[in-house]
């Protein structure tokens, strides 16, 4: 009992000098602060010195919060079971993902987490060795210097496999070729200096589509020459800086390394770069390392229309200052900022190699320039567009109005066209008479590739040391650079290149070696790329050319081809869920992505009916009878003729013709509003000026709305705009899409406004294939009966 008391005691004496500690810290504190509220008014210092940073470490904070909350999410589902978190996704997935391919995923997820401490070695390397380099060089463009990494440990939470696809069509018979959904939420140790600072890394986050191509298969052991894996866009790269480097962990400044660790992973692994692995010594280096490029996308970004306002004015919100960044892997290109529009006009083209047309996405950013930190994200967020290059190959050519995703408004205008790889020379006149008619000067007519094998015999650039050569090639404006070799005379480098050329006829091949020590160049090529129309195929395997100013027996070994830009043809098939474009006249052409191959609108059978609706099951049938078209060749261009209806529909409101698709390996709804036909005309001196309005259904949540734009006095009216919504093909059997036709004629917006509507149930309606049919508007107060 005495002993209890005592203890009693002590914790309440303890408890006394605790409270009593805060206290006075707490004293201390406020003290603190009255003093240096008091200073800074007696210095007469500006508020502002208060004010800036209290809301920059606000920002800061809640911005630090939202990070690792996500961080967190994605940590916990590398930690969890691989079956568990496959099958908690299986909504989220690709479609290909089905059971077995999960429980393929589990397999291969068991033999990595096994094969995890060689795998952390082998990164450990290749990190210090070949991203340590081209992080340093990046960093010092600005004047961020001395970046070296001290402690690379990857742990012991292995990459995750999502789900696996693995091609039996369309592919060569001596490789095989797996997507793998690669994520990657370790828990990393990895520290570093830079500029004298000590810095680390943690929570490292990737996640992303890596292809893995084995080739070519060999009769031996094993079995398999070598591997090329890369990713096809560029991953979602994501990490918390520790340290002193914490202090750049903010909005901003901490932009800089992110995007530089994106760009050195994309200039690594994502194509068109491959990152090579050679398994047998029996397997030619030129066969992994070669250049492979399928084709050339041309873009031309036109213009944008209706952009949101983000700048701020002096009577509210101004406009903006648009750019828009084209993005195809890890090829960036940047158009010229427009100032104080929402309507620019960009005119800008550029071309992209393609390497695999069938998995990789165009992206365009657009973005509202403000000034801020160089390399830093100080722009506004204005919306995307996302085209697949699959559909852009089967059309040969697009003109395309695109509605921005992630924006409350906004919509680009691109054009598209295809360019396939001739080996015939005679190809080229046509593509020169091409960008002479287009009018641009940064146009190309071909494509070069270079292996870059080896040298032989250079010149030693000091009498005591060997080199450190590395080669530089040059076509036109564009220059590539390959690797340092350190004290060589004989470099073996096995590294290729591909260069767009604007004319062969024209156009020189400068090859330079220079020694990195001493700057002094070992030597140089001059090479007239028209010779190569000389050759079989316009190509040339490994042969060796003297080198002028160097060695009397100084020799580079290449091999290169040359391939004649030319315009594809479109592939008109009707099976394909990627159709061809579409025209109504001479003056409009319909430019959306999803349009169908044939329009199939309904037969005229329902016209003169009876009182009652049909049920939805009858409509979908009635709308699936295939109506001639009649293909019109014009410059290439195969346009078809559009599909009209004379039929108000059963209730007499008119009806609207609408395409709507879902695309696999985007997980998007694409829904095309084409035109209404046939809208009463109750008062001839009030004509309705219509617009449409979707929404998704159950919830007709407000961020599910999309609107077309407001067509004045028309009763027929065309629109021709496309929409998009991000859903899983799961989620997409329990919604529904309503989709509304109002006028703009009275001021307020209610129920008068409607002229019709439509609901469409996706759990009756396979729109895995695109669907085009006419659609009977019906009455506002019907639509709890459908």
């Avoid at 009577?315 to 529009?341: H, R």
């Avoid at 006149?429 to 040298?455: G, N, P």
């Avoid at 470099?491 to 001493?518: C, H, M």
């Amino acid at each position: 009992m005495s002993v209890s008391k005592d203890v009693s005691r002590a914790m309440e004496k303890r408890s006394e000098g605790s409270s009593i500690l805060s206290i006075i810290c707490s004293a201390v504190k406020k003290a603190s602060i009255v003093g240096i509220v008091y200073f800074a008014g007696y210095m007469q210092w500006s508020v502002a010195w208060f004010i800036g940073p209290i809301v920059l470490f606000v920002i800061r904070d809640q911005w630090k919060k939202a990070s690792d909350r996500k961080r967190n999410i994605a940590k916990a589902a590398a930690l969890a079971s691989e079956k568990d978190v496959v099958l908690a996704r299986l909504d989220d997935l690709p479609a290909w993902v089905f059971f077995p391919d999960v429980e393929r995923a589990e397999w291969l997820n068991r033999i990595i987490k096994q094969v995890w401490p060689n795998i952390n070695h082998y990164a450990r390397d290749l990190i210090r060795d070949t991203i340590q380099p081209i992080l340093k060089e990046s960093l010092e463009a600005y004047k961020l210097s001395g970046f070296k990494f001290e402690r690379i440990i990857l742990g012991t939470v292995p990459f995750r496999i999502g789900g696996v696809k693995v091609y039996d069509k369309n592919v060569a018979r001596n490789e095989i070729i797996m997507d793998l959904d690669i994520f990657y939420a370790g828990d990393c140790d990895i520290t570093f200096y830079l500029a004298g600072i000590k810095g680390g890394i943690r929570d490292f986050q990737l996640h992303g589509m890596l292809r893995v191509v084995m080739k070519p298969l060999i009769t031996t052991i094993p079995l398999v020459g070598g591997l090329q894996v890369f990713f096809l866009n560029n991953p979602d790269i994501d990490f918390d800086l520790i340290g002193i480097a914490d202090l750049l962990d903010m909005p901003g400044l901490s932009d800089i390394l992110r995007r530089i660790v994106v760009e050195t992973v994309a200039s690594m692994m994502v194509l068109p770069n491959k990152f090579p692995i050679k398994l047998s010594d029996d397997v030619d280096a030129m066969e992994l390392k070669a250049p492979e490029p399928e084709g050339v996308l041309r873009v031309h970004v036109v213009e944008a229309k209706h952009l949101m306002k983000k700048d701020i004015g002096m009577l509210g919100k101004g406009k903006s200052d648009p750019y828009a960044v084209v993005t195809l892997g890890a090829q960036e290109f940047k158009t010229k900022v427009i100032d104080n529009s929402v309507d620019p006009k960009w005119d800008f083209w550029c071309e992209a190699q393609i390497s695999s047309y069938e998995s990789q996405l165009l992206t365009v950013n657009v973005w509202d320039w403000d000034p801020g930190v160089p390399g830093a994200q100080n722009h506004d967020y204005l919306g995307r567009a996302t085209i697949e290059v699959s559909n852009i190959v089967k059309k040969g050519q697009d003109d395309m109005w695109i509605t921005l995703e992630q924006a409350k408004h906004g919509m680009v205008h691109l054009r598209l066209t295809w360019l396939t790889l001739s080996d015939n020379y005679s190809d080229l006149k046509a593509a020169l008479e091409e960008t002479q008619l287009l009018r641009v000067t940064s146009m190309s007519t071909a494509l070069l590739t270079i292996f870059l094998d080896s040298a032989k015999n250079l010149p030693q650039a000091r009498a005591s040391t060997k080199p450190d050569p590395y080669a530089v090639l040059k076509v036109g404006n564009t220059t590539k650079e390959t690797k340092v070799l350190e004290r060589t005379i004989h470099p073996v480098w096995e590294q290729g290149f591909s260069f767009l050329v604007a004319n062969p006829e024209s156009d020189t091949l400068y090859l330079t070696i220079t020694d990195r020590k001493t700057t002094n160049e070992l030597g140089h090529v001059t090479y007239n790329i028209g010779n190569l129309a000389k050759k079989t195929k316009m190509e040339i395997y490994k042969e060796p050319f003297s080198l002028l100013k160097s060695g009397p027996e100084s020799k580079v070994i290449w091999s290169m081809h040359l391939r004649v830009l030319k315009r594809a043809e479109a592939v008109d098939d009707i099976d394909s869920a990627d159709p061809p474009t579409l025209q109504r006249d001479n003056s409009k052409v319909i430019t959306s992505e999803d349009v169908p191959p044939t329009p199939t609108p309904t037969p005229e059978t329902n016209e003169g009916a009876g009182e009652s609706a049909p049920n939805y099951e009858e409509i979908i049938k009635t709308t699936t009878a295939p109506v001639a078209s009649t293909p019109i060749k014009e410059s290439n261009l195969t346009h078809r003729s559009p599909s009209v209806t004379s039929s108000a529909g059963i209730h007499d409101l008119g009806r609207i013709q609408l395409t709507i698709r879902y695309s696999v390996q985007r997980q998007r709804l694409i829904v095309v509003v084409h035109q209404v036909a046939n809208i009463p005309l109750k008062d001839p001196s009030n004509i309705p000026d219509p617009y449409v309005k979707l929404y998704l259904l159950p919830e007709r949540a407000k961020d599910t709305k999309r609107k077309t734009h407001v067509v004045k006095d028309n009763c027929n009216p065309i629109f021709d705009e496309s929409f998009e919504y991000i859903l899983s093909q799961g989620e997409l059997n329990t919604k529904q899409l309503e989709v509304t036709v109002a006028s703009q004629k009275q001021l307020f917006y209610s129920s008068s406004n409607i002229l019709g509507m439509v609901i469409i149930d996706f759990e009756k309606l396979n729109v895995n294939q695109p669907y085009n049919a006419w659609f009977d508007l019906m009455p506002e107060t019907d639509r709890n009966h459908r």
